[in-house]
Structure formats: structure tokens, C-alpha cells
């Protein structure tokens, strides 16, 4: 079945520096990509809508420059927590959907982000 | 406002009994509702998805059912394991045509811990 790839699975960084994650849709092409962040015993709390070739569709509340979200491929979505904060520490997952109403949703395994 | 409960919030059951989780929704118009799983520290994976003209789904020991009249599904885990220990997660989706296809609303989930 379809498969959605997310790296790093962890990453500790610095206050003040800025990190990369990556989403991959691994055999499917996926127009459409999803961030969320989960904190814990938390539901998914959606982000931004990431599409391919375009801006990203972000929710409100959520700072773009903060979390820039670029989707340069039909098969990869990149998310970028720039000059990160403690408070920015939490799960980052992404997904991907194929086509149509009843199209699978694919999730990543998710990344958790320290920033110390 | 589109919303998806679910309960109970937390569940304790013993390996080998069976128990049933609750979702509620207000999510209209409605396409699909998923169910997914979510361990710990990992990413949800898909179990059931069914339209509005499905009454029930199963996947193994999962069983899903539907109820767009009442806008109620119950996700039914049969002879339950260790393993079943997790986070279950009711998501419902509106039509994509109306333009709010991404719009996934995700419950809160019911954490299920199976013990011995």
C-alpha cells in the first residue's frame, strides 16, 4: 500500500536555529500534503496545506514565516520550523491523500522536535 | 462548527475482551469518516473508511459501523491484544466538490490500554 515517508523521526536543536523536515510520498504522486502538530494525549491540530507548485494553505493562528512549508515536488513536502523556541518542541506529522472523496489519507511516523 | 467527540476519553480493558469506542459527529455536509490508530510517538494508521451509504466496514478484529442519520460510528476491537493499546482516532471529511475535502475534523481519540 501507499506509503508516506518523514524524516528525521527526532531531531534536538538549539533555540534559535532553524529545522528541516521532510515528507515523502514514497509510490504515489500527491498534490496535496498535510502538516500537523500533535502536542501529547492531543488530537492532530491541522497547520497548513501544502500544494504542490504553490503557496501553502495555512490555518488560522499559524505563523507562515515560522513554519515555511514548501512542496517543489508531487512527491515531496518540506517543513521548515525557522529560528526555533522551546515552545515550538512537539510532534510534527505530515500527510498525503491520493485522489478522490473516499482517496486513502497517509500519514508519516512523525517528528519530534526539541529545541533546547 | 464541525466537530467529531469521542468517547469514552480513555478506556482499560483485559487482553482477550472485547470493547467498543464511540464517535459523534456535526460535520455536514459529510463524505467519509475514517478510523485510524495512533501508537505512541508514531504516526495514525488508516483501519476503516466508509461513505455515507456504508453501515459497516471490518478490518480483522476491527469492526467499524455508520450511522449518517444519527451521525454516529462505534469502532468495535473483538478479543482485544496487548498490542491493541493505543490511541484510536474518528476523522470525518466533507465533500471534496464543496470544497472542503481537506478539511479532515479529527476527534479528540480514546486511548485504549489493554492489560493482562
Known amino acids: 500500500g501507499a506509503v508516506v515517508s518523514q524524516h528525521p523521526s527526532r531531531v534536538i536543536c538549539k533555540s534559535g536555529t532553524s529545522v528541516k523536515i521532510e515528507c515523502r510520498s514514497l509510490?504515489?504522486?500527491?498534490?496535496?500534503m498535510f502538516w500537523y502538530r500533535q502536542f501529547p494525549k492531543k488530537s492532530l491540530m491541522l497547520m497548513a496545506t501544502?500544494?504542490?507548485?504553490?503557496?501553502?494553505?495555512?490555518e488560522q493562528g499559524v505563523e507562515k514565516d515560522k513554519f515555511l512549508i514548501n512542496h517543489a515536488s508531487l512527491t515531496l513536502s518540506t517543513l521548515t520550523v525557522t529560528s526555533a523556541h522551546p515552545e515550538d518542541s512537539s510532534f510534527y506529522i505530515c500527510?498525503?491523500?491520493?485522489?478522490?472523496?473516499?482517496?486513502?489519507?497517509?500519514f508519516g511516523e512523525g517528528s519530534r522536535l526539541t529545541v533546547l | 462548527k464541525n466537530q467529531v467527540e469521542q468517547s469514552p476519553q480513555s478506556l482499560i480493558i483485559l487482553e482477550g475482551k472485547n470493547c467498543t469506542l464511540q464517535c459523534n459527529y456535526t460535520v455536514s455536509p459529510f463524505s467519509n469518516l475514517r478510523w485510524y490508530k495512533q501508537d505512541t510517538g508514531r504516526g495514525p494508521v488508516s483501519l476503516t473508511i466508509?461513505?455515507?451509504?456504508?453501515n459497516t466496514k471490518s478490518n480483522g478484529r476491527y469492526t467499524a459501523t455508520l450511522d449518517a442519520d444519527t451521525k454516529q460510528s462505534s469502532l468495535h476491537i473483538t478479543a482485544s491484544q496487548l498490542s491493541d493499546s493505543a490511541s484510536y482516532i474518528c476523522v470525518v471529511s466533507p465533500p471534496i466538490l464543496t470544497g472542503g475535502g481537506n478539511k479532515l475534523t479529527f476527534g479528540t481519540g480514546t486511548q485504549l490500554k489493554v492489560e493482562l
Open positions: 500527510s498525503a491523500r491520493t485522489s478522490g472523496d473516499t482517496g486513502e489519507l497517509f
Open positions: 466508509m461513505t455515507f451509504s456504508e
Open positions: 501544502s500544494n504542490e507548485g504553490s503557496k501553502a494553505t495555512y
Open positions: 509510490d504515489f504522486q500527491a498534490t496535496t
